[in-house]
């Protein structure tokens, strides 16, 4: 499909997803709802596309989440797409890594986009936050629940029952945010992340993935260890080519050549 508020592009297995709509510092309607789960979508099935990359378009925002000017204006509340708030926050079953580059305010909606990707590298001039409660809603975008899984409980209520907004720098030293850096570094460091998950075998990278994830949502480590076999991208995993080539490439002394399969 044809999208007006995101750009995406794919190069060398790398999918990069930008919300483009920086005059309202790139806050979600409902198109832009509709077009991140189309291109999810997309990702998703690509087998050729190892991993994805969310940021924002402009200086200003990563997303300052839902458009509450287009709610107001259309008198309802926006209809989420299958996979949940902007194509992700559901997306239960995605075991492609996913990085946030954010450079500037990540609230609401925005965040929660962010908390639902693995990584997050972030300048030291962003701010994060869940300010709902300040305007009589509630982060229904699953921001509540991995906020509290990524920092705890305690620190997690600070920030929910609050409505405050944090720096990158408290956001670092709380966990959610992986790399804090200067904003002239940010692509650097994204990069630096993509390339150095490109260096593993991308089934190898899912099934880590989804090991962990799933994992976490088991009864103990017994019955996560117990099950991770059963797990889809496990299975997938444990029958691929690229095992064999990974012992061949380190018993040859040479670079591996992933297929994905």
Known sequence: MPYEFISVTQAEHVTRIVLNRP?????????????LQAALDTF?????????????????????????KSIAA?????????????????????????????DGVAVGGGFEVALACDIIVATRRSRFGLPEPLVGAVALGGGMHRLARQIGLKQAMGMILTGDMVS????YRLGFVTQLVEHSELDAAVESFV????????????????????????????????????YPAFKRWSTCEDRLEGAGAFAEKRAPQWKGR
């Open 74 to 102: 259309q008198g309802k509340m926006h209809v989420y797409p299958k996979s949940g708030y902007a194509g992700l926050i559901e997306r239960f079953d995605l075991a492609k890594p996913l990085i946030a580059a954010v």
């Open 168 to 171: 990158a720098e408290e956001g």
């Open 23 to 35: 005059e309202v510092l790139n806050a979600i309607n409902q198109q832009m709802h509709d077009e």
């Open 44 to 68: 998703a099935a690509d087998d050729t596309q190892y991993l994805a990359v969310l940021s924002g378009a402009g200086e200003r925002a990563f997303s300052a989440g839902s458009d509450l």
């Open 195 to 230: 390339q150095r998950i490109l260096r593993c075998a991308p089934l190898s990278i899912s099934a880590s993935k989804e090991t962990v994830m799933r994992g976490l949502d088991e009864q103990s480590l017994e019955a996560a260890m117990r099950n991770q076999p059963n």
